[in-house]
């Protein structure tokens, strides 16, 4: 069974930086495409970043500049850097993977999420 762990979250002042990290693990055959997701209080949940498994990335605009998503295939992990916080970035933030493993071929894994809150 596949899991995604997040961490990274936090409390930080607007202006401040964080940085979420996700490990994937379980018995797999190949992690593809790696992203970040959050949602805010009454909203829906939105595309923050996702990166291919070759290293092809792609930003929500509200982001662009300020956030960066990477990833360490060797570790099955995914990171996103974000910088120059502003308070609308504060969501629950979750990540996505799209996995194959032998048992339930190709299909989407979340993580539990993590809080990130930026005070004014």
């Known amino acids: 069974q596949v899991q995604l762990v997040e961490s990274g979250g936090g409390l930080v002042q607007a202006g401040g930086s964080l940085r979420l990290s996700c490990a994937a693990s379980?018995?797999?055959?190949?992690?593809?495409?790696m992203g970040w997701y959050r949602q805010a209080p009454g909203k829906q949940r939105e595309l923050v970043a996702v990166?291919?498994?070759?290293?092809?990335?792609n930003y929500t605009d509200s982001v662009k500049g300020r956030f960066t998503i990477s990833r360490d295939n060797a570790k099955n992990t995914v990171y996103l850097q974000m910088n120059n916080l502003k308070p609308e970035d504060t969501a629950v933030y979750y990540c996505?993977?799209?996995?194959?493993?032998?048992?339930?071929?190709?299909?989407?894994?979340w993580g539990q999420g993590t809080q990130v809150t930026v005070s004014s």
């Open positions: 990166i291919t498994r070759g290293g092809s990335t």
């Open positions: 996505n993977a799209d996995v194959i493993t032998w048992s339930s071929g190709r299909r989407d894994y």
């Open positions: 379980g018995v797999m055959v190949s992690i593809n495409t």
